[in-house]
C-alpha cells in the first residue's frame, strides 16, 4: 500500500490539529511524544494508533485510546516520562495505562523471545505475538507534526495485527480474536 506521506504528501502541522476530527486525542498524542521524545526511550505507534496512521493518515475515530509500544524493561522509565502528563490508572510490570485530558493511552511492554516480540493482555490472559524481525529497525513518519516509528516493514505488521484484510476498515474491531492474539 502508498503511505500517504512517501509521494507529494504535505506534513500536517501541529497547528492544524485544530482541523481534526479527533483533536483531544491528536493532542494528546503530540504531547505524549513529546514527554518520550525528551526522554530518549525507544518507543513507537501500536495496535489501533499504527493502523489509523499508516491506512488513514488520523487516529480511527471509533478507537477509543492511543496505543503505544516500548521495550518491557522500559516501562518503568516511560511511566516517569510521562507523570508530568498522564494520570496513571494502571501500572503493571507489562501494560502502563493512564488519561491525559480524558485521553484513554496504553503503552504496553513489548518482549523479545526468539524469533517473537510479544505483550501480554488480560493480566497474562491473552498475548500478542508478532515477527521480532518486524522491531528490528522502525519506519519513521510524520504524524500531526511530529516524527513517530511504526514496527517495520508496517504493511507485514498490519498484517500480522489484523490479517490480510487490514486496509478495509473494521469498526467492531473484536481484541481478543485478533490475527496477532494467542492464549497461553
Known amino acids: 500500500m502508498a503511505h500517504p506521506k512517501r509521494a507529494g504528501w504535505v506534513p500536517q502541522l501541529a497547528d492544524d490539529i485544530a482541523a481534526d476530527a479527533q483533536t483531544v486525542p491528536a493532542a494528546v498524542l503530540v504531547t505524549v511524544a513529546e514527554h518520550l521524545d525528551r ?3 525507544l518507543w513507537w505507534l501500536s495496535n489501533g494508533t499504527a493502523l489509523g496512521c499508516w491506512r488513514e493518515d488520523r487516529l480511527l475515530p471509533w478507537d477509543g485510546d492511543l496505543d503505544l509500544g516500548c521495550w518491557d524493561h522500559d516501562l518503568p522509565a516511560v511511566k516517569q516520562a510521562l507523570q508530568p502528563a498522564m494520570k496513571v490508572t494502571r501500572d503493571r510490570p507489562e501494560h502502563l495505562m493512564g488519561r491525559v485530558s480524558g485521553t484513554k493511552v496504553d503503552v504496553h511492554g513489548h518482549r523479545r523471545d526468539g524469533t517473537k516480540v510479544s505483550y501480554e493482555l488480560l493480566k497474562g490472559r491473552l498475548r500478542y505475538e508478532f515477527s521480532a524481525d518486524l522491531f528490528d ?15 517495520s516493514p508496517t504493511d507485514r505488521y498490519l498484517s500480522e495485527a489484523y490479517g490480510p484484510g487490514w486496509e478495509t476498515p473494521v469498526k467492531a474491531w473484536n481484541f481478543r480474536t485478533a490475527p496477532s492474539a494467542r492464549r497461553p
Open 137 to 151: 529497525t522502525f519506519e519513521t513518519v510524520l504524524f500531526y507534526g511530529r516524527a513517530v516509528r511504526l514496527p
Open 39 to 41: 526522554s530518549g526511550l
